[in-house]
């Protein structure tokens, strides 16, 4: 059975009538007659009641012509919204994000791209770094940013480079400090991110490179709490210099030129973009650098 035959069921229960309906959809009546005499062997069933004034649908044809009409739209939508999605004009892409970005590279670089292509529907996906690759290689998301730059078989593109401070809460010793180095940092308790997520394995990182080893007193997936963590005076963090002060805290530069996160765009390599996915790559490639700080 062909989907083209149900489409011609539905023809013939609306016309009532072989060659009426075989004149209308443009085939033979002999080539419409096999077409029923198909979906009805298939089925196991006649369909059809013949009669001297045409044909009309029996309680099992009634029952099969229903299916047919919603079988057959629900093919018809599935071409428009594919063919949506592929249109380079009106298509979807996919993005996801890590959860610090929400409110601020997110914003500024969907602002420009929606000024550049304002018919293009973005569906977006807020969530872990390591959610976010998983999402990537099963095909859920076309993009991401993230950070750090995912291992090999990804495309990237430096979107943001932020400095990382030590905050503090404004009544810590250290509040008014011009620098601080890591090495002094290790009898303090910190508040971080979980295990798995790329922002500890960078922090765990520059606590190795400083032959330090602190305690972890509290984790979070969202920067901005681990802010506010801090701001209670349960630990002390390191975090992109744009949190630093949001609840009061106080930052504090590092010694350490290592301490900075770069945010970039990242997709999988290998395979073929969407025409709606390669003109949004296309964009984010000659945006200009200072275009998202605005």
């Given amino acids: ?156 593109i430096p979107l943001q480079d932020e400095r990382l401070l030590l905050v503090v809460p404004p009544v810590h010793p250290l509040r008014d400090r011009d620098r601080v180095a890591l090495a002094e940092l290790a009898a303090e308790e910190f508040i971080t991110t979980p295990q798995g997520f790329g922002f500890r394995a960078l922090l765990e990182g520059l606590f190795a490179e400083a032959g330090i080893a602190p305690a972890i007193s509290f984790e979070s997936a969202d920067l901005a709490t681990i802010e506010g963590l801090v701001a209670a005076g349960l630990g002390v963090a390191l975090l992109p210099e744009p949190f630093a002060g949001l609840s009061g805290t106080v930052g504090i530069p590092l010694t350490t030129a290592a301490a900075r996160r770069t945010v970039g765009l990242t997709w999988r390599t290998g395979g073929d973009l969407t025409p709606a996915a390669a003109r949004f790559l296309d964009f984010v490639r000659t945006l200009p650098p200072h275009e998202l700080s605005r």
């Fill in 1 to 156: 059975m062909l989907l083209r035959d149900l489409a011609w069921i539905t023809a013939l229960a609306d016309l009532g009538h072989l060659t009426d309906t075989a004149a209308t959809l443009g085939v033979a009546q002999p080539t419409l007659s096999r077409a029923l005499a198909r979906v009805e062997a298939e089925l196991g069933t006649r369909l059809f009641e013949r009669l001297p004034t045409g044909v009309v649908p029996n309680p099992h044809g009634a029952l099969v012509v229903t299916a047919a009409r919603e079988l057959t739209a629900r093919y018809e939508q599935l071409r428009t919204e594919l063919a949506g999605r592929l249109d380079p004009d009106t298509g979807v892409v996919r993005l996801a994000f890590l959860d610090s970005m929400a409110t601020s590279l997110v914003p500024a670089l969907l602002r420009a791209f929606h000024a550049h292509a304002p018919r293009l529907r973005v569906v977006l996906r807020q969530e872990p770094g390591h959610v976010i690759l998983d999402d990537l290689r099963s095909g859920a998301a076309e993009f991401a940013i993230t950070s750090p730059r995912p291992p090999g078989g990804h495309g990237w």
